[in-house]
């Protein structure tokens, strides 16, 4: 298993390799420790346990690439190993999102705070390794600005079982396409219908996320909210599309997304939602129903 860490503070490769050893519950004389850009000729190549170490500029102070055999019985999770790391080390450690590259970061610190950091690296031949903002205060980051990441609510997970169920509603009825009464759905059709899944999708993501109480993040960038409301928008035009077996269908799962949406959000008579837009209103020139509603409590206040 690989695991790429970045360190805050610099660390000794002796430190390094007794807590690697301990991590892995493997001899230290299994573990290599090694600068990336130093003598490779005194490398045990044979260990069980590797770790090349790169100097790099920014706020942090080392990359760590770290590979334990598959003959390691104990390969702990990137978490559960970050934390553990940290703990011994007595610096934060960042490993990677596992949702997405494009979203933030985690850190842990020596102390067992769990958190969101934005690193970012610069394009410089010899790249800048910075932690530009973090969720929560990282004491040893005590400069790095504190706030909400709208990358982390991106990239979350959201269970959609009523798209879903819509997407398996249609195996039955694809074929060639030459059924006489249309009952089958042609290639053209299945495209169509697989676009608007997606913004189904979209749509039955954002009931479930204040179904949840916004969780994990507990909130919910506004900008977000007027971007999904247009995604429903765009679904009356796919409906139009789809021949009307298929329209049927996919009107029986958009209610229920629809009533859903109801039941989660009240009335919006302020209209905060939709006179915040960013595009200008048209006179007065209303939108849809599900423009005029809003959660309660609105989960932006807290950004």
Known sequence: MTYNLF???SCDPGVMAEALAAAFRVPVREVDVADADGDQDDRNWEALVSCEYSHVPGNVSLSLDIYAQDSVGQQ?????????????????????????????????TPEGLTTR?????????EPTFTVTAVEALVDRLPDVPVMHLPEVVREQKI???????????????????????GSTVTAEVAEVARIAKSYLGAWEKLSRRAA????PSG????????????????????????????AALYKRYLDKVDSLYQELTVDDEEHVVVDG???????????AWWWYRRP???PWSSG
């Open 296 to 298: 309660e409590p609105m």
């Open 212 to 215: 949840s109480n916004w969780e």
């Open 117 to 125: 950091a934005r690193l970012s690296e610069s394009d410089d031949d």
């Open 76 to 108: 702990p999770p990137e978490s559960e190993f970050s934390a553990a790391f940290a703990r011994r080390l007595g610096t934060p450690v960042l490993y990677p999102p596992q949702e997405s590259a494009m979203s933030a970061h985690w850190l842990v």
């Open 277 to 287: 837009r960013n595009e200008p209103t048209d006179g007065s020139a209303q939108k």
């Open 219 to 246: 909130w919910y960038p506004v900008e977000f909210y007027r971007e999904v409301l247009g995604y429903r928008d765009d679904i009356e035009g796919y409906l139009r599309q789809l021949p009307e077996n298929v």
């Open 7 to 9: 360190l805050v503070d």
């Open 159 to 181: 269970a959609t079982p009523l798209a879903d169920s819509f997407a398996e509603s249609l195996q039955p009825l694809k074929g060639d396409g030459n059924a006489a009464d």
